[in-house]
């Protein structure tokens, strides 16, 4: 039971809760001039007896019948709500302030009229300071032993470093708190404007066929039938991850629920709060990264990875009538419709003006299995073997790997760039992924498959169907190569030189993948191989470190020539588009070299030009790479050239060599400012003729195995293929398959690409001018006259 009580103006309470009131103000001093001196008080029992006759903390809270908070009282003390207020706000203050003495508890009665006095301000040393900091970050939470040693040590109570410690916590706190609610603020501010551009883009939906506006419509009886095959789906993808953790050996989580039936509504797009358009594509990066987002479309492109595998293991197997081989016996063409009736396209429909390309060959690789696997899975060595046919690559996110460090279902999101050395034939840029497989004892397969289909709104030139190859060791130290091109290319910005060339397959299929690999690995047999090599009489002797310095820096050549062909790699600007029938218009680009390693510092301008020639292949090959005939072409060469240096790249063929050549006029070398390297590279799907001019000193430093990276190259050269016509000598539009043509891809001429480059300025910051560009012009206008006047063509 509650008593109050007014005495000389104050409300006095007692009870169970005016103990615990009575406590608080009794650790407090104060001064006031209406009460007698306080009495002290023992909580928490119950006090029967009357309390204190005044109390300035009920004094203080007591509200007046008026409303409001009033003091009663006529004498009140002021200093007494400064008291409270200090007190109240302790524990929110620094660590470092603190008031002098104990609490009334602990005072006695004798001294309380000298202790009401007002205590004064106390700062700690910042000595003190800093020991109690020390010790907080040892122990935040002291213990009573720990307390008593510490202010012994400082020359504090032991409720004052209690106190320090309290009100340190408290301020940690209130730090964290701070922050965490700043950072609460920044998520809140990015979900608010990825509300918005998601509201926008709801108010705007677009069609995913033909990329226009979409209709909105009642679609209430098509989303029960979505979240069905919703269902469905879940349940496949989580067959898909049992499969994955068995098949990888490692925990795969499906995404059990994709924030309610967002999946679905994402799926199909939101125009309200309500009913739902189609337009939005689940697949689209919508901003949101919880996570969530990326565990789903792991998930999915695992999917796509194992059935990509499964497509090509079968078309590795099958027979006819799902691939029928070519008269020439070079490669086999796939049936495309005996393969749209046994397999699901899975990666959506093509666009128009698209040609599909689908091959398939097999041949013996001079390396073993596990090395052309790491080569493949290497984005850089990827490029670098494949040199004429990939422009750039690059590995965007690895997908999955194998803890053990195998690559056995490791798989890889990356994207690159496909080329035909001409500058009639635009790059192929393509996102695929790639997914390797040991499928049995001593086989390994690795499929590639486009990812362009899951953002339709992008338009793509190029996709790749499930393509790869399978390989299998062999006892000898080789391997045994099944390649599968299936690629699908936008023709419309094709020149009709070259749609025989792609629709036979020799442009990006089959036959040029595998061809330029077994070139590729003899030629690294050969080089990195410690054993000498026969060379002619005339050749220096070179040695094994020297030649493989050497092959390098022609490796680094043709690379070089490749991107000046296809304007890629460096940044080109377009000065001139060239017409592929008048020999007087070239393609020309320029570029601003600041003279990093293995470059020429200044500007660099680059013509291109691409010829049919009614001369076969292997003929046009052989004159051009001729140092005999090189005066019949070159107008900068005014002498017969000699060669002193000969590096075949093959066991038995002769047309792949790197030579070094110099003027007959001075066949001393020393008498020579400059030398000319030449590497000339054939296959069945095409030949490569490079060369540059270098310095002899720089020459001598790489002969001897030096480094060949600072070697500054601008080089020049051809790119031949077979034209792939008819018997009339002309494209024919209506025969362009293997299958129309008999696998005739031989062809009566040739297609003949012309790059040269020339350093009209040493300074990187030079304008182009007039005269550099008639200069180009005039040169390459006369290169293509005399090889045909050495033909005899018009």
Not at 55 to 72: D, H, Q, T
Not at 207 to 227: I, T, Y
Not at 519 to 538: A, G, N, W, Y
Not at 731 to 742: E, F, I, W, Y
């Amino acid at each position: 039971m509650t008593t109050a009580k007014t005495v000389g103006g104050s409300v006095d309470s007692s009870g169970g809760g005016g103990g615990v009131s009575a406590r608080k103000v009794a650790e407090i001093p104060y001064s006031c001039t209406m009460t007698s001196q306080p009495q002290r008080v023992d909580p928490p029992v119950v006090q029967t007896r009357p309390t204190p006759k005044s109390s300035p903390l009920s004094v203080f809270l007591k509200p007046k019948l008026e409303g409001g908070l009033g003091m009663i009282g006529e004498n009140f003390d002021p200093g007494v709500m400064g008291r409270i207020s200090r007190e109240e706000g302790y524990e929110s203050r620094s660590g470092s302030e603190n008031f002098e003495g104990a609490s009334g508890e602990d005072q006695d009665p004798a001294t309380d009229k000298k202790s009401s006095k007002r205590k004064k301000y106390h700062r700690h040393t910042p000595y003190q300071i800093q020991e109690l900091e020390s010790a907080f970050k040892d122990n935040p939470h002291l213990e009573e032993k720990a307390r008593l040693e510490l202010g012994r040590r400082l020359n504090l109570e032991s409720k004052q470093v209690k106190f320090w410690f309290q009100n340190k916590r408290t301020q940690m706190k209130a730090q964290l708190e701070r922050h965490e609610n700043a950072i609460l603020k920044q998520e809140n501010d990015k979900l608010r404007i990825e509300n918005i551009a998601m509201k926008e883009a709801m108010n705007s939906p677009i069609c995913n066929q033909c990329g226009g506006q979409a209709m909105l419509g009642d679609v209430h009886v098509e989303e029960h039938h979505l979240r069905i095959e919703n269902a469905r789906l879940r349940d496949e993808l989580n067959r898909i991850c049992v499969l994955a953790n068995k098949f990888l050996g490692k925990p795969f989580l499906p995404l059990t629920n994709p924030i309610g039936d967002s999946g679905l509504e994402l799926a199909v797009g939101r125009s309200n709060f309500g009913g739902m358009t189609p337009g939005v594509d689940a697949s689209m990066p919508l901003g949101l990264d919880f996570g969530l987002e990326a565990s789903y479309d792991k998930s999915m492109l695992m999917e796509l990875g194992f059935t990509a595998m499964n497509e090509l293991l079968k078309l590795a197997e099958a027979g006819e009538p799902l691939w029928f081989r070519s008269l020439d016996g070079n490669g086999e063409a796939l049936n495309l419709e005996e393969y749209e009736r046994s397999f699901h396209c899975c990666i959506g429909m093509r666009g128009p003006n698209f040609i599909t390309e689908a091959t398939r060959t097999t041949g013996t690789v001079m390396f073993n299995c596990m090395a052309i696997v790491e080569t493949l899975m290497d984005a850089d060595r990827w490029a670098e073997m494949f040199t004429g046919i990939v422009g750039r690559a690059s590995t965007v996110d690895v997908i999955s790997s194998n803890s053990s460090g195998s690559r056995n279902g490791s798989l890889q999101l990356m994207q690159a760039e496909l080329q035909i050395l001409s500058p009639l034939v635009p790059l192929h840029n393509v996102k695929f992924l790639r997914f390797c497989k040991h499928h049995a004892e001593g086989v390994w397969a690795i499929v590639d498959v486009s990812v362009d289909g899951s953002h339709p709104h992008e338009f793509q030139s190029c996709r790749m169907l499930p393509s790869g190859c399978i390989v299998q060791d062999l006892l000898n130290g080789y391997s045994k190569v099944i390649w599968i091109q299936h690629m699908e290319y936008d023709e419309s910005g094709v020149h009709n030189f070259f749609r025989a060339l792609i629709r036979s397959g020799l442009g990006l299929g089959a036959q040029r993948w595998l061809a330029t690999l077994q070139r590729q690995c003899e030629c690294l047999d050969v080089i990195m191989s410690s054993s000498s090599i026969p060379t002619p009489e005339s050749s220096a002797a070179i040695s094994p470190s020297g030649r493989r310095s050497i092959a390098s820096l022609a490796q680094r050549m043709t690379r070089s020539f490749c991107a000046v062909v296809c304007a890629n790699i460096y940044k080109w600007d377009a000065i001139q588009t060239g017409s592929g029938d008048d020999p007087a218009s070239a393609r020309l680009n320029m570029r601003h070299s600041a003279g990093e390693p293995g470059d020429s510092p200044g500007v660099v301008l680059s013509a291109t030009k691409t010829i049919w020639l009614p001369i076969a292949r292997p003929h046009l090959f052989d004159f051009l790479r001729n140092e005999e005939t090189r005066s019949q072409w070159d107008a900068l060469s005014n002498h017969t050239l000699q060669q002193i240096i000969h590096i075949p790249k093959g066991r038995n063929d002769s047309s792949n060599l790197i030579s070094l050549y110099c003027n007959t006029a001075s066949a001393n070398v020393s008498q020579n400012r400059t030398l000319i390297l030449q590497e000339s590279c054939s296959d069945a799907s095409g030949s490569i003729i490079t060369y540059t001019s270098v310095g002899v000193q720089e020459m001598t430093v790489v002969m001897n195995g030096g480094d060949s990276s600072s070697v500054a190259l601008l080089p020049s050269g051809f790119s031949i293929v077979s034209d792939c016509f008819d018997n009339s000598g002309w494209p024919d539009q209506s025969k362009g398959t293997l299958s129309d043509r008999g696998g005739n891809n031989g062809g009566t001429g040739s297609l003949l690409t012309i790059g040269v480059q020339m350093l009209v300025s040493s300074s990187p910051g030079a304008k182009l001018t007039m005269e550099s560009v008639q200069t180009v012009n005039t040169l390459i206008s006369r290169m293509v006259l005399d090889i045909k006047a050495a033909f005899h063509c018009n």
